[in-house]
């Protein structure tokens, strides 16, 4: 571990940076495209961070990688790391590419139970180093907020797995990446954003979530046999068979229409019913980016019930795969599994 800054106040808050890889700390290849590359001094090349009044600390990922690559033994990897340096500090910064951001912020807040202290994912669309990099600004606003305390009580602001980026806070099962071209990459879906940086930072309390009673548990489990399926007209039953019957397949995210409707062919409901006969968990979600899943609304939705699939209300995408990773995960029984896919965990639905 690199310690980056002391400040010399030895009551400032201690954070600890963990970097995964992503475009903040890329550079261009021979090939000419971008890699990722050990930071090597980060604080040499922000030498801002030295004038901040924290205790600062960078932990690299032995190689770091595009968040393209990123996979899920890589979520309980960080989140053992943030488990076993909990104690040590009050914030953390998790440095990552935005491409997959919003997926890994998703699972760490399952993962993470309990947590009470922040955990803010942040990265950049331009590597550090460049003169019009946004990583500086996004960093320095992250570790801002992980260090940040409710002006009178003092107690932590913020104690939630979320994502910074282009001055706007959002709760980590809430993000989706919209944009790859712009620095605004990403959206608060169906959630007010939980802050907003401008002069100032302005934190909007009311939806940040409340300190847990609980101490920490990290979990370290999650069950990779999952699968989405979108539907689009004109989707074949070899199609949606060849899915839905995938060897070892415990869940699917089915990704429908509107208000949560799907067809009504008579081919299509036998392969979800062939599907939930065989354990799979079939989970709901709208491909609409605001509104909820209503089964029962439509014709198109109203045989889902009777055939035990999960509404996932305004959930996104992102947080209904990681969700399906968990929850499937705990290897509980059927009664219980259905209990926990269709509550709301960590803040990923609004019933
Ligand atoms: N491909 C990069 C990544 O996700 C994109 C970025 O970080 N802006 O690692």
Known sequence: MATLADAANTAAPRLLIIYTGGTVGMAVNRSGELVPMQFGRLDRKMPELARLPFQLALLSLPAPIDSSNVTPADWLFLAQLIGRHYADFDGFVVLHGTDTMAYSAAALSYVLEHLGKPVVFTGAQVPVGVSRSDAQRNLVTALEIAAARHPRAH????????????????????????????????????????????????????????????????????????????????????????????????????????????????????????????????????????????????????????????????????????????????????????????QDLRGEITH
């Open 155 to 342: 107690t932590v602001r913020v104690p939630e797995v979320c994502v910074f980026f282009n001055d706007v806070l959002i709760r980590g099962t809430r993000a989706k990446k919209v944009e790859s071209q712009q620095f605004a990459a990403f959206k608060s879906e169906n959630y007010p954003p939980l802050a907003r940086a401008g002069i100032s930072l302005e934190f909007d309390d009311k939806s940040i979530r409340l300190l847990p009673g609980a101490k920490l548990k990290v979990h370290s489990n999650l069950e990779t046999g999952v699968a989405v399926l979108r539907l689009f007209p004109g989707i074949t039953e070899a199609v949606v068979s060849a899915i839905l019957g995938i060897a070892g397949l415990r869940g699917c995210v089915l990704e429908t229409y509107g208000s949560g409707n799907a067809p009504t062919a008579p081919w299509f409901l036998q392969c979800l019913a062939n599907a939930r006969a065989r354990g799979v968990w079939l989970l709901n979600v709208s491909q609409c980016e605001e509104g909820r899943v209503v089964q029962g609304k439509y014709e198109t939705s109203a045989r889902f019930a009777e055939l035990g699939i999960v509404g996932g209300d305004d959930i996104t995408t992102e947080a209904a795969v990681t969700k399906l990773m968990f929850v499937l995960g705990l290897g509980l029984g059927e009664e219980r599994t259905r209990q926990l896919l269709m």
